[in-house]
C-alpha cells in the first residue's frame, strides 16, 4: 500500500502541471485583462476594450480619436489609443506583463510549490487571506450539503431495493427524476419566489449566513438563525444532487441482494434485518462510502457557485466568479491550484476508502 500511495502521489505532479500549463495558456489568448481594464479606466471609459479596435490585415490597429496623434499606430492592446506608450508599459510592468510568458508561468509554477500565490490585482490582500476568508462560507455549504445528501439518498435507496417494482418505487422514482431535471439555479429561484419574500411568503431570509444581531444572540438562538439562514441554499443543492447517490444506492443493494450468500443465508434461517444490515449493507456500501470525500469536495467547489451568487453567500465560489469576471489571474490560478491539489489528494483518499470498507481490496498487488 505504501508503494501505491507514493506512486500516486508522484502522478499528482504532472497531472497538476499539466492542468494549470493548459489554463495558462488558454488565458494569453483571452481578451480583457487587467492591462486592458486598467487601459480602459485610463481612458475613462468602462466599455469593453474589445469596442475600440478594427481588425485589419490580421494585425489590431487602433482607431484614435481624431487630434491625437497618428490613428495607424499598431497596438497590441485593444483600447490604448491615445495613451503614451511608456504609460502602457508601466501597467504590464505593475502587473507582470513586461516578461514572456513563459517566464511568468515558471515564475508562477516556482511561488505556487511554496505556496505562495501572490496578492489579488484589485483587492489590494493577498489570495491566500481571501481564500481563508472565504471559506467558512463555502465548508457550510458543502459539509451541510453532503451530509443532507447522504441521509436522505441512503435510506431512501435502500427503501425503494427492498420495494423494487412497488407502488413506492415508481413514484418515489418518477419524483427522483423530475427532481434531477429541475437545474439548480432555477429550483434555487423558485424557493425566493416562493418563501423569502417573494410573491407569497416571507419565511427565510434572502441573503447571508447570519442575521445583523447575531453576536449579540444566545448560544441556542445563534445556532438557529445559522440554520435558519441556510435552510433555502441547502434545499436548493439537495434537489439536484440527490437523484444519483438514490439510484445508486438502490442498484447497489439490489445487485448484493441477488447474491448466493444472501440466499444461503436465508436458508440458514437468518432474520431479513439481520440479512441486510449484517451481511448486504458493508457490501453494498462500499462504492457510496468510499465516493463520500470526492462527493464532498465537488459540493464545496462545484455546487456552491450559482448558490452563493442566488443567495449573496460570499463564498469560494462567489470569489472565484468575480475573478474570473475581473481577470484576477492570481486569485484564479491560486484558487484553481488548490482546488486542483485537493481534487487530487482526494481522488487518493477515495481509493484509500475502499481499503477501509474492505480489507480484501488490495491496489498494491494491482499492475501499474
Known amino acids: 500500500m505504501t508503494a501505491y500511495i507514493f506512486r500516486r502521489l508522484l502522478l499528482i505532479i504532472p497531472t497538476l502541471f499539466g492542468i494549470l500549463l493548459i489554463n495558462f495558456a488558454v488565458i494569453q489568448v483571452v481578451p480583457g485583462g487587467p492591462v486592458e481594464q486598467m487601459i480602459a479606466q ?30 495607424s499606430v499598431t497596438s497590441k492592446y485593444r483600447g490604448a489609443r491615445g495613451l503614451d506608450p511608456d504609460i502602457v508599459k508601466e501597467i504590464e510592468r505593475m502587473y507582470g506583463f513586461d516578461k514572456p510568458a513563459y517566464v511568468r508561468f515558471f515564475g508562477m509554477i516556482q511561488n505556487y510549490l511554496a505556496f505562495d500565490f501572490g496578492e489579488s490585482l484589485f483587492r489590494d490582500r493577498s489570495v491566500v487571506e481571501l481564500v481563508i476568508d472565504k471559506m467558512p462560507v ?6 451541510w450539503s453532503t451530509l443532507a445528501v447522504y441521509l436522505v439518498c441512503i435510506p431512501l435507496g435502500i427503501r425503494k431495493a427492498l420495494k423494487h417494482g412497488s407502488r413506492f418505487d415508481v413514484w418515489s422514482s418518477t419524483l427522483v427524476i423530475l427532481g434531477n431535471a429541475i437545474p439548480t439555479f432555477l429550483f434555487a429561484i423558485l424557493l425566493i419566489i416562493l ?23 444566545p448560544w441556542y438562538e445563534q445556532i438557529l438563525d445559522y440554520f435558519w439562514h441556510l435552510a433555502l441554499p441547502l434545499l436548493a443543492t439537495l434537489i439536484g ?52 470525500p470526492a462527493a464532498f469536495l465537488g459540493m464545496f467547489f462545484g455546487g456552491s457557485l450559482l448558490i452563493e451568487i442566488i443567495f449573496s453567500l460570499d463564498g469560494l465560489g462567489l470569489l472565484g466568479f468575480e475573478a474570473t469576471i475581473q481577470r484576477d489571474y492570481p486569485v484564479m490560478f491560486g484558487t484553481l491550484y488548490v482546488f486542483t491539489l485537493l481534487g487530487l489528494v482526494m481522488g487518493l483518499i477515495s481509493d484509500l476508502m475502499y481499503t477501509v470498507v474492505d480489507p480484501r481490496i488490495d491496489f498494491e498487488s494491482r499492475e501499474t
Do not use: C
Not at 463555502?138 to 459539509?143: E, F
Not at 411568503?201 to 434572502?206: M, N
Not at 440479512?275 to 458493508?282: D, E, P, Q, S
Open 195 to 217: 418563501f423569502a419574500g417573494g410573491e407569497f411568503f416571507a419565511w427565510f431570509p434572502l441573503r447571508g449566513l447570519f442575521s445583523d444581531n447575531f453576536s449579540e444572540l
Open 241 to 292: 444532487g440527490f437523484a444519483t447517490l438514490t439510484m445508486l444506492t438502490k442498484n447497489s443493494f439490489l445487485d448484493e441482494i441477488s447474491r448466493q450468500y444472501v440466499i444461503t443465508a436465508r436458508a440458514k434461517g437468518l432474520t431479513e434485518g439481520r440479512i441486510l444490515y449484517g451481511h448486504v449493507f458493508r457490501n453494498a456500501m462500499l462504492i457510496i462510502i468510499a465516493g463520500f
Open 42 to 71: 485610463l481612458q475613462g471609459d468602462a466599455i469593453s476594450a474589445t469596442d475600440r479596435f478594427t481588425s485589419s490585415g490580421g494585425e489590431l490597429r487602433e482607431s484614435k480619436p481624431s487630434g491625437v496623434g497618428d490613428s
Open 138 to 143: 463555502s465548508i457550510s455549504l458543502g459539509i
